[in-house]
């Protein structure tokens, strides 16, 4: 994995971007299996219409780039989901139970307190009627807000990191990137951005707690 090559001058300016699912939740996956079959579906239902059903895969890679509303996006995947699979607030009902990673957020503040500007770069699934990132409580965090949905571009364009680094007024180097999906981490290395592949939340934050020199301290 890359170190960057300032930030031992602490003068540089410094910079930490993080995703949102998976990185700023919990892995979503086990609530997104039980809330499937509390709809009668198979466990499996949601991760596969989101990802082998070629429908659905256009249908959210619309709706991460904001060529369609999550409430259009509602109506179609219920449709494949399955007849009896109301739509309304069909992207809010499979993530409401999914957790906020408590420890990660911890981490931020600790790295915002120690100075370094921090920004929200994600692949959005939508933001009305269902909105993740309010949801969550992490909106409020971050000094900058890269979504998918609000710029027309989405991870691992290149280019959506450039924006990334332009609206942070850093360079690369000064960075550092946190994303659970191998496929988002090299356009962000090529920028000479440090990145950390999120696995494990204790394993990750321990990672980052020693990569940004500060203590993720959660609030009692």
């Known amino acids: 994995m890359p170190r960057p090559t300032d930030t031992a001058n602490h003068q540089a300016p410094r910079g930490l971007i993080l995703d949102f699912a998976g990185v700023l ?9 039980a809330w499937a079959e509390s709809e009668g579906l198979h466990a499996e239902a949601w991760r596969a219409t ?22 259009e996006w509602n109506e179609g995947t219920a449709a494949l989901l399955g007849a009896h699979v109301p739509p309304e607030n069909l992207m809010g009902r ?33 933001l ?8 969550v409580g992490i909106w409020d965090l971050f000094d900058v807000h890269v979504i998918s949905e609000a710029v027309g571009m989405a991870k691992p364009d290149p280019a959506i990191y450039e924006l990334a ?21 090299p356009p962000a290395e ?4 440090t990145t950390v592949l999120a696995t494990h939340e204790v394993d990750t934050v321990a990672e980052l707690e020693s990569l940004l020199g500060v203590t993720a301290v959660l609030a009692m």
């Open 25 to 33: 939740t919990a892995d979503p996956r086990p609530t997104h299996r």
């Open 50 to 71: 989101l990802n082998d059903n070629p429908e659905g895969r256009r249908l959210y890679s619309a709706l991460e780039i904001g060529q369609i509303g999550q409430a």
């Open 94 to 126: 499979a993530w409401a139970g999914v957790p906020g990673a408590q420890s990660m957020a911890a981490l931020a503040r600790a790295a915002k307190g120690a100075g370094y500007r921090l920004a929200l770069l994600s692949n959005s699934f939508g």
């Open 128 to 135: 009305d009627p269902f909105n993740p990132y309010e949801h």
């Open 165 to 185: 680094l332009d609206r942070l007024g850093l360079p690369g180097q000064a960075c550092v990137f946190v994303d659970d999906h191998p496929v988002n981490l």
């Open 190 to 193: 090529a920028l000479g951005i």
